[in-house]
């Protein structure tokens, strides 16, 4: 854990150094991607069961890639009733926000008498990923396969691994639930390789969603610009803005409700108290002995984790906005005053009582959101991923004798002179005609 004061004068350094330390996981992975790519593209099923085979310990032939609606209904089978219901009442809230992002086409005709729109079309596919290496996803498949639906994909194909074999009855019960039924049982950069390139087994998709480790993130990163993807959504991250008016043993635990995702997560104080903040370090130091996950929770709190002792709140969100993180609470009296200042968050969190967790599972907005920095330039899935825009112009005649002309004129001076007359052509036409 890193600890830095802003009023130290060897702050801006070591603040860099925190900047850039994640920025490394990529470059680390980078290469085996590379080759775990290049080895789907080149064997197709073969090198997914030998993959899955090292990294998931699972054995698989071409024929059990793919789950059957037997295995599916009968893991699911095994959800208890409460666990059912929570499930889909999780499913009923994600399902409403995302249908209310849904947007309207656009269809206006301009002063010059000339239709333009806009048509939202959904895509044809969408390749799902689910992660399921340290942990099991089940609200991952709702966050991925519910904006899918309301967009209207129409082909939806899974991908989750199955370490030793295990399928979880939940992950299963969820897929059911969205109505996603093609399933395979593999993870990883394979796995994303095999939804972008297809095998003879996988279909290609048109767009690859979803979370997962620095393997998964580099891979999708990878296969981008062959296939679509919807953002950097890699190791978890929060930021937790908060005042000494917060108990630190709900700040400690937020904190390591991120870190406890993966050895790379990331958890960043930031505080205006610097009592405060050591009664939170401590508390995270005790907790962590009595969590199940505590050995990679202390990795990642050790390794990434950050205090930063702030002068003031102006202070406070200019770090957050450097930090641009995938998750920021705002433990404040007025979190929105605060949270209007900031402009790089995937999500933002407001108030003492709304830990980020809520929105993992049930708040309604998504959890698959951008990490690494990348919430600079992107945002978290919702319908606008599983959907494209195409755009529309329709004019008469007397349409094109308005604006043509300065389209001729424009062609002419890119030096382009097909353009120009297949503008000019049609006027010289259509005013010869009009003289007639
Ligand atoms: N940003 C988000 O929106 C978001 C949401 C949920 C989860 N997450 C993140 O998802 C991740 C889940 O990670 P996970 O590991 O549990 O599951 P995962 O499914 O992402 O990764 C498991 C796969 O990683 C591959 N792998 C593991 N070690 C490898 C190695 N040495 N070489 C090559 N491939 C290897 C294997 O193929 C394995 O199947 C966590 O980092 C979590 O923080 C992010
Ligand atoms: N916090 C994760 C996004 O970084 C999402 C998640 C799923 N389950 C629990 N948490
Ligand atoms: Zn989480």
């Known amino acids: 854990m890193i600890y830095l004061d802003t009023s130290d004068p060897a702050f801006f350094l070591r603040f860099q150094a925190l900047l850039t330390a994640r ?12 080759d775990i790519i290049q080895d789907v593209r080149a064997r197709g099923d073969a ?22 609606q037997e295995e599916i209904s009968e893991s699911a089978a095994q959800v208890p009733p409460e666990t059912r219901a929570a499930l889909e009442l999780a499913a009923a809230r994600i399902t409403a926000f995302h249908e209310a992002q849904m947007p309207r086409d656009l269809d206006m005709t301009d002063a010059e008498g000339i239709r333009l729109g806009m048509r939202w079309i959904a895509l044809d596919s969408a390749g799902l990923y689910v992660p399921g290496g340290k942990a099991a996803y089940p609200s991952s498949v709702l966050m991925n ?35 996603v039924t093609e399933i395979y049982r593999i993870g990883g950069a394979q796995a994303v390789a095999a939804m972008a390139y297809g095998t003879v087994t996988i279909a290609p998709v048109d767009r690859i969603t979803g979370p997962g480790n620095a393997y998964v993130a580099e891979a999708k990163k990878q296969v981008y610009g062959h296939t679509g993807i919807d953002s950097i959504a890699g190791p978890s991250e929060i930021v937790v803005v908060a005042d ?34 050591e009664r939170v370090v401590a508390t ?62 995937g999500a933002i969190f407001m108030g003492r009582h709304c830990p980020e967790a809520l929105g993992d599972y049930v708040g309604g907005p998504n959890h698959v959101l951008p990490t690494s920095r990348t919430a600079r330039f992107s945002s978290g899935l919702s319908v606008f991923d599983f959907l494209k825009r195409t755009t529309t112009i329709e004019t008469d005649a007397a349409g094109l004798l308005a604006i043509g002309p300065a389209g001729a004129e424009l062609a002419r001076a890119e030096g382009l002179e097909a353009h120009g007359l297949s503008l000019s052509e049609r006027i010289r036409r259509l005013t010869e005609k009009g003289s007639e």
Not at 23 to 34: D, I, L, T
Not at 149 to 173: D, F, I
Request: hydrophobic content about 50%; overall charge negative; some cysteine.
């Open 23 to 34: 920025g490394q996981q990529g470059e680390s992975v980078a290469a085996p991607v590379r």
């Open 47 to 68: 090198a997914l069961c030998e993959l899955t085979e090292r990294f998931d310990r699972v054995t698989l032939t071409p024929q059990t890639l793919r789950l059957t």
């Open 145 to 179: 396969a519910l904006p899918a639906r309301v967009a209207g994909v129409e082909r939806l194909a899974m991908c989750v691994p199955t370490p030793g074999g295990e399928l979880n009855p939940l992950v299963m019960a969820a897929a059911q639930l969205c109505g």
């Open 244 to 277: 000494s008016a917060n108990d630190p043993a709900l700040v400690a635990l937020d904190l390591l409700a991120q870190a406890e995702h993966d050895e790379l997560a990331q958890a960043v104080l930031i505080t205006d108290d610097a009592a405060f903040a």
């Open 284 to 345: 995270v130091e005790e907790t962590l002995a009595i969590l199940s996950r505590r050995e990679i929770a202390r990795r990642s709190w050790e390794d990434y984790g950050a205090v930063v002792v702030v002068r003031d709140w102006g202070e406070a969100s200019e770090i957050v906005n450097a930090l641009a993180p995938e998750h920021l609470e705002v433990m404040l009296d007025d979190p929105r005053a605060f949270s209007a200042g900031v402009r790089h968050a």
